[in-house]
């Protein structure tokens, strides 16, 4: 993706089914869940670029004793075996002190030992990352502040195990506002911060309110011993019917895992099914994750015996180890995003590989129709480094179309009894296009891990070209997977490319013009950041309709006073008087690059969002190009984006709004 963007995090976690002594015997190790953890985070890597976590919750930890940790690091997650090694730091620190004093003890009094790695007992009480339960998290924020204290899991802690909570997770919420507001109406006194925060103290409330239900019947019996309670807390607490009571005001896409103390683990994934989660199980171990393939990969397993959790319903494994995947809420219509396919997820799963060569085979119609078929003086490439699988899917579509081509001339040559020996010559041997590698990354710089502000300043030298395998008579077309900003085409790329001197740069995007915000977990949020918008109201000027903007500002205001089901997406109307052909046509007219010495044309195909049905399914989530919200909050959302251009307000609608100075 020419414009890299903040998406959606990444989880991981892992219940172990056995008792460390099991995994020390069968793997030589007592951190086999540890390790495997990493494992899990590494092959998400790209989905963490802002920090990461680890927890980890001990199963039957004696009183008095800690159960329930935290690692969290600002370092991104390219950078994971660093973290690791740290960690190796100091579980060599524990076993050497730990070797040291039972040597002593040896000597002294004559009692023999095992040695640390070798005695998982000793590790589990002693080194903090050595539990049943681990918990990992890679942030990419789209909102809170960016230090340690905004990185998952969070905690909520408690004497008692059963009110004692752990929670991170993929989502964001539309409706945090909503959700303090009900905290306040019961007398809680909510810190105004993340959604995080607001998830971890509804579920926190509702822990707290199973907990206190059932001590008080059991507190009341003359006939259960007070040291019996919390077991027995622990085996009714009813997971499910908590998860159920915390998520029902819930608006957005979400996956969310958390532990409990007592054992108990959760992983939940919400009604419309937006944010992906994958799960594992076999007899030593239940895993989740963000992508598929990490599991795959680390448990060395197959396609099939993966599952993916069912929208609406969580996942809970009791601290007794038995596995249940329920309904917490009423399903919703299926709407997967449709990111994760064209950008996101890692391209070796089969499914997404295949997904993004039929978005890149959905194009070579418009461009043929384009270069009207005029393949030999026709160069394709592809701009690092995610948009290779569409390309390689253009390539599989181009050939078959060119086969359709010459099909179809040698059966009208033989329909009419004529054969033009020159014609199919120049049709089989001459017409096809060159495929190059023209532009490649010349310096590793991860734009999207700047800010706003320091953006610009990177995109510039991160691009080069390879020169000379394109002539001044050619087109030269590159596939992106989006176009989302424009800024690195407009100030990176299309300027090295044009040092090739074609006679005409073809931009193919495998993803339609992106047009509203998304508010589910990508950090596509504030209407003036995209390119099509910043088009649509260029062309409404220039053809005086200012007027229009002004009447559908007005609009959106009085859709924001309306009830959540009544609520209409008027923002819409932006894009109404303009064909799409329109609007790219003026997005190329933005992103040319006046300040170079070519003359040439420069064209901006887009995908259409019937074309990327097509390609993806008809269920994909597709509001970010056609505004077509899934939840009642992202109509609000829009509306509010819109409201907030107008009024020059910068922010995530679904967070502050702050005056953009003039």
Request: charged share 25%; net charge negative.
């Amino acid at each position: 993706m020419s414009d890299p963007i903040r998406h959606e995090c990444g989880i991981a976690v892992i219940r172990l089914k056995k008792p460390l002594a099991y995994y020390h015997d069968q793997y030589d190790t007592p951190l086999y869940g540890l390790e495997r953890m990493f494992g899990l985070m590494a092959k998400q890597r790209n989905r963490g670029q802002d920090g990461m976590g680890i927890g980890c919750c001990k199963l039957n930890t004696p009183p008095g004793q800690p159960y329930m940790f935290r690692l969290r690091s600002t370092k991104s997650a390219e950078q994971i075996a660093e973290v690791l090694k740290d960690q190796m730091k100091q579980f060599h620190r524990q076993e050497r002190k730990y070797n040291k004093e039972h040597e002593e003890m040896r000597h002294e009094e004559g009692i023999e030992f095992t040695q640390f790695k070798d005695d998982p007992a000793a590790v589990k009480e002693h080194f903090e990352l050595s539990g049943e339960i681990l918990l990992g998290h890679l942030r990419y924020g789209t909102s809170g502040e960016f230090g340690k204290g905004s990185l998952h899991p969070y905690i909520r802690r408690s004497t008692w195990p059963t009110r004692s909570l752990m929670v991170m997770g993929n989502f964001n919420l539309t409706n945090t506002d909503e959700l303090n507001q009900v905290m306040m109406s019961r007398g809680q006194h909510p810190v105004f911060g993340t959604d995080t925060q607001s998830v971890l103290e509804e579920i926190g409330f509702q822990l707290d309110e199973a907990h206190t239900q059932i001590y008080r019947e059991l507190r009341d019996s003359t006939d259960i011993p007070a040291d019996e309670i919390p077991d027995i807390i622990s085996e009714r607490l009813d997971v499910t019917d908590v998860i159920a009571k915390a998520a029902h005001r819930w608006d957005g896409g979400y996956t969310i895992a958390g532990a409990i103390g007592n054992g108990d683990l959760f992983v939940m994934r919400d009604p419309n099914g937006i944010r992906p989660c994958h799960y594992y199980e076999d007899d030593e171990v239940v895993a989740f994750a963000s992508e598929r393939v990490a599991l795959m990969t680390i448990f060395e397993v197959g396609e099939d015996q993966v599952q993916e959790i069912p929208p609406a319903h969580v996942a809970v494994m009791k601290a007794s180890g038995s596995l249940t995947v329920k309904p917490f809420i009423s399903p919703q219509e299926y709407k997967p995003c449709s990111f994760e396919k064209i950008y996101f997820s890692r391209a070796n799963d089969s499914v997404v590989y295949e997904e993004r060569k039929a978005l890149g085979g959905q194009l070579v119609a418009p461009l043929a129709e384009l270069v009207e078929n005029d393949w030999e003086r026709t160069v394709i490439s592809f701009i690092p480094n995610t948009a290779e699988t569409a390309y390689y899917g253009f390539m599989d579509g181009l050939r078959v179309h060119r086969r359709q081509e010459v099909f179809d001339e040698v059966i009208a040559m033989q329909e009419s009894g004529t054969f033009d020996k020159q014609k199919l010559e120049d049709l089989i041997l001459r017409n096809w296009p060159r495929s190059e590698k023209v532009a490649h990354k010349d310096i590793k710089m991860r734009t999207f891990i700047a800010q706003e502000d320091g953006r610009d300043k990177l995109v510039s030298s991160v691009y080069d070209i390879t020169y000379g395998v394109v002539s001044k008579e050619d087109n030269l077309v590159v596939i992106d997977d989006s176009i989302v900003r424009g800024t690195t085409l407009r100030k990176s790329v299309l300027r090295i490319l044009s040092r090739a001197n074609p006679k005409r740069i073809v931009v193919l995007s495998t993803a339609p013009q992106i047009r509203y915000p998304d508010c589910y977990g990508i950090d596509m949020a504030e209407m003036s950041k995209f390119i099509a918008f910043e088009a649509a109201i260029d062309l409404l000027k220039q053809r005086g309709m200012q007027r229009h903007i002004q009447a559908t500002h007005r609009m959106a205001l009085e859709e924001l006073k309306k009830p959540g089901g009544e609520m209409i997406n008027v923002v819409k109307r932006i894009y109404e008087p303009f064909t799409d052909q329109e609007i790219s046509d003026r997005i190329a007219e933005m992103i040319f690059p006046r300040d170079v010495p070519w003359h040439g044309e420069l064209k901006v195909i887009y995908q259409s969002i019937d074309s990327l049905h097509a390609a993806l399914g008809k269920e994909c989530g597709d509001w970010y190009f056609s505004g077509n919200y899934p939840t009642h909050g992202g109509v609000r959302i829009v509306n509010q984006a819109f409201v907030n251009f107008c009024e020059r307000k910068g922010g995530r609608a679904y967070t502050s709004a702050l005056p953009i100075p003039s």
